[in-house]
């Protein structure tokens, strides 16, 4: 397998997006429509505001972001907070992603009706009930046990189906269920993990933050022909991917 890097201009700034891919047809699940829709202003307020006048304009992203009830994925307390554009902590010192970050990787994963999709990090969810929003059928891990759980309840009080949650190293990924189209990282990993690459399918796409425990890049990475090429998405910062085939566990770290 060779690799082979795109580098990023940082003068330019990153390409939108919504330029690099097709249209694929909406098709979501017929799931959460409640009356009347909770917190709808927010929900507009974060589409309009955080996400088209960010680039985000795929309309079956900005669908799902829209009817997926992120209220439902954070703790009682910050439910008020819940579309703020900010991450929000969800125990076991780990976070849910501010909603661009979300509809970032969720638009550059370029997800079909019917991709598998394997994510690495559940943490209460969200992203996990985005991808089955969006008909892909999604394998995710989660190291912690309890979060694993009450993620499982959740997804399935809230009628997603075509998904497992799996308690494990998702620094090894699945080899299980492997090739996956899609292979979403949640989690800031000190190189892109070899397991992971191996079971991302040819012409597959994986989306992961690789970097220090400060700073990362989210890369975008393809896969053709067995060869590996990749493009830097934006900055950003995540708790660290623990396991293997990423940083070893210290006290106090979550996942």
């Not at 690789?210 to 950003?236: E, S, T, Y």
Request: aromatic share 8%.
């Amino acid at each position: 397998m060779t690799f082979r890097e795109r580098r990023y201009d940082h003068h330019a700034g990153p390409k939108p997006l919504a330029a690099c891919w097709p249209d694929i047809p909406m098709n979501p699940p017929a799931r959460i429509v409640t009356e009347p829709m909770p917190f709808e202003r927010e929900r507009r307020e974060m589409i309009d505001v955080q996400l088209r006048r960010r680039g985000i304009r795929e309309e079956r992203v900005l669908e799902a972001m829209f009817r997926v009830p992120r209220h439902e994925f954070v703790p009682p307390a910050y439910q008020k907070a819940s579309y703020d554009d900010r991450p929000l902590p969800i125990g076991q010192t780990e976070t849910i992603s501010q909603p661009y970050i979300v509809a970032a990787m969720t638009l550059a994963a370029r997800v079909a009706p019917g991709d598998k999709a394997l994510e690495v990090g559940t943490g209460s969810g969200y992203q996990t009930a985005i991808l089955a929003y969006l008909g892909a059928k999604v394998w995710t891990i989660e190291r912690n046990p309890g979060l694993a759980d009450s993620a499982r309840e959740r997804l399935k009080r809230l009628g997603f189906n075509g998904l497992e949650v799996i308690c494990g190293d998702g620094s090894e990924g699945l080899s299980a269920a492997a090739p996956y189209q899609i292979i979403l990282v949640t989690a800031a990993a000190p190189e892109v993990p070899p397991a992971l690459l191996g079971q991302l399918a040819d012409g597959g796409r994986m989306v992961i933050p690789v970097g220090d425990l400060i700073h990362q890049d989210l890369l975008l990475i393809f896969k053709h022909d067995q060869q590996i090429a990749q493009r830097m998405l934006d900055p950003c910062q995540f708790v660290p991917l623990i396991g293997k085939q990423g940083w070893p566990e210290r006290e106090g770290w979550g996942r």
